[in-house]
Every structure is written in structure tokens, then in C-alpha cells.
């Protein structure tokens, strides 16, 4: 079992930035890539980015170039660093766990949710 605890969500500006955390319960490194969602009112959760154990990432077209996704191994901690944040943006952020070596790109692929961090962009 795997929690999940996310932090840094919050009401910004359109060209702001932000660094959402993830903060495992136990060590994952090896075990299960780690991986952001989000989901926005009324719109299904897309995948945002990822990062396997062995550093490689990956992200959904809409994030590429603004948002990257980095893992500190030994505080079991994943970070999103969001910036030129856009209203489009706007979302419940997720953290997500999948058995490595997955690409953790669908929501099927998920083992372990966090609760989600709301962030808010204004136009």
C-alpha cells in the first residue's frame, strides 16, 4: 500500500508559476513510476507527465515545454513545476503511482491516487 499526500495547490495568475509535491508514504523508487493528473469541472482526468524510476519522462502535448517533472528518490517525493500557467490550467491535480516499468499515461494504469491539490489560473 502507497499513500499519497500532494501540497502546493492554489489561485494564481495566468503566466505565474507553481511547484505542486507528492509525497509518498514509502519508497518507490524501483517499484512504480510516478505520474500527475488532473482533472478539470466537468471534463474526464487527463494524464499531465510522468517519470519512471530510471529518470525518463513524458508529457501530455498541452504541458510540454511549461511544466516538467522531477523526483527526489530519497524524500520519496515527486514535484511538478507548472510554469506560464494558463486558465485552461485550471484543475484538481492528482499524484499517481504505477507499477513500473509503465508509462502511467491512463487512468488504468493508476495503482495509487493522492486526494488531489486544486489550482486555480486566472485570466
Known amino acids: 500500500q502507497v499513500q499519497l499526500v500532494e501540497s502546493g495547490g492554489g489561485l494564481l495568475e495566468a503566466g505565474d508559476s507553481l511547484r505542486l509535491s507528492c509525497a509518498a508514504s514509502?519508497?518507490?523508487?524501483?517499484?512504480?513510476?510516478m505520474g500527475w493528473f488532473r482533472q478539470a469541472p466537468g471534463k474526464a482526468r487527463e494524464f499531465v507527465a510522468y517519470i519512471t524510476s530510471g529518470g525518463s519522462t513524458d508529457y501530455a502535448d498541452s504541458v510540454k515545454g511549461r511544466f516538467t517533472i522531477s523526483g527526489d528518490n530519497a524524500k520519496n517525493t515527486v514535484y511538478l513545476q507548472m510554469d506560464s500557467l494558463k486558465p485552461e490550467d485550471t484543475a484538481v491535480y492528482y499524484c499517481a503511482a504505477g507499477r513500473a516499468p509503465g508509462r502511467l499515461i491512463f487512468t488504468a494504469s493508476v495503482e495509487y491516487w493522492g486526494q488531489g491539490t486544486q489550482v486555480t489560473v486566472s485570466s
Open positions: 514509502r519508497r518507490t523508487f524501483g517499484t512504480y513510476t
